[in-house]
């Protein structure tokens, strides 16, 4: 079944899961494990985006992030490919490091977060990349080290997750660490991988309990691998979801409808589209682009830049048509 897009709502709960492609490595040594962290500490910084766990491993990653202003895209972007870029440079190979998708579960954060924290860092110890609790306190590699004050990540908030448990730093740390022996025998947890609706309600046999029910009734009750959350948290976020695809798509029909219309006016006026584009000032190309701004800034509600892009302009020579018609303040 072909994978729906990606819930990049601004704001929200992700838990990440990258994996070397073919289950191959993406860490080679502790040179290519700073770096990747050293990428997720400024990325982090630039796009707003909040880490509260991860764990590098051998072959996958796991992080536990809030997005920025932007959404997740712009950091999961810059972080994967800069970071396959330089390691190949490193190893001298080439191809790809990563497989193709990410995955993305957006989480209900007061009903999930301690739970993925735990899930998270528990990975080196399951993995038996470490032996024992006392060693993971002390693994470099594991967002959980920072939480117990041994390894110092500035980027990391672990304050955040030790407000889970108290306001005294050290209370926290102690019912952290106790929170974390709990969870070690728990083995896998599939309840965490998503499945919206679904997993609120119980068990996965509700699905087929409730086969054959009339659609309007069954719509609050489908699974989406997307989402780990209760109903009303995932009816919202879909909601969110749905008008920011309507918008964008809303967006793509106007871009179109520009582009036929500057294709239309550049064959009324024998002129060539790609001339036009090219930045070529000539007196049938400025008229072009002076009839054409108001009716894609005004009209058809497009940005400058994109209107620049399409007439082959500035963004301030979009701004200057514009203010001489008396379109634009400033």
Not at 54 to 70: D, E
Not at 90 to 107: A, D, E, M, T
Not at 133 to 139: C, N
Not at 187 to 193: A, F, H, I, M, S
Request: include cysteine; aromatic fraction near 6%; charge should be positive.
């Amino acid at each position: 079944m072909p994978r729906g897009p990606r819930l990049d709502v601004p704001g929200t709960l992700h838990h990440i899961m990258m994996r070397g492609i073919e289950g191959a490595p993406i860490v080679s040594d502790d040179r290519d494990r700073a770096d990747f962290l050293e990428a997720i500490a400024r990325l982090s910084h630039e796009t707003g985006t909040a880490v509260f766990a991860w764990a590098l491993m051998t072959n996958h990653a796991h992080l536990l992030i809030k997005s920025g202003p932007l959404g997740l895209s712009p950091f999961m972007r810059r972080l994967l490919t800069g970071y396959a870029i330089r390691y190949n440079l490193r190893h001298k190979r080439h191809g790809y490091l990563f497989q193709n998708r990410y995955k993305s579960i957006v989480c209900q954060e007061d009903e999930y977060f301690i739970q993925l924290v735990s899930y998270i860092h528990l990975n080196p110890l399951r993995a038996g990349l470490v032996c024992s609790l006392e060693e993971l306190d002390r693994y470099r590699w594991c967002g959980h080290s920072a939480l117990m004050g041994i390894h110092m990540n500035g980027w990391q908030h672990s304050e955040a997750v030790l407000r889970c448990f108290s306001g005294n730093k050290k209370e926290a740390q102690q019912k952290y660490r106790e929170f974390i022996v709990g969870q070690v025998d728990v083995g896998r947890r599939p309840d965490l991988t998503g499945g919206g609706l679904v997993r609120s309600m119980g068990r996965w046999s509700i699905v087929n309990s409730v086969r054959g029910r009339p659609r309007k009734e069954l719509q609050n009750q489908s699974a989406d691998p997307r989402i780990l959350g209760k109903g009303d948290f995932v009816d919202g976020l879909l909601q969110q979801a749905d008008q920011r695809t309507r918008e964008k798509l809303a967006m793509d029909q106007r871009v179109k409808m520009a582009e036929k219309e500057l294709g239309e006016m550049c064959e009324f006026r024998s002129v060539s589209v790609d001339l036009l584009k090219s930045g070529v000032k000539r007196r049938e190309l400025t008229l072009i682009r002076r009839l054409l701004v108001p009716r894609m800034v005004g009209e058809l509600g497009l940005t400058l830049a994109e209107t620049a892009r399409m007439l082959g302009i500035s963004t301030s020579g979009v701004a200057g048509i514009l203010r001489r018609l008396g379109r634009c303040d400033g």
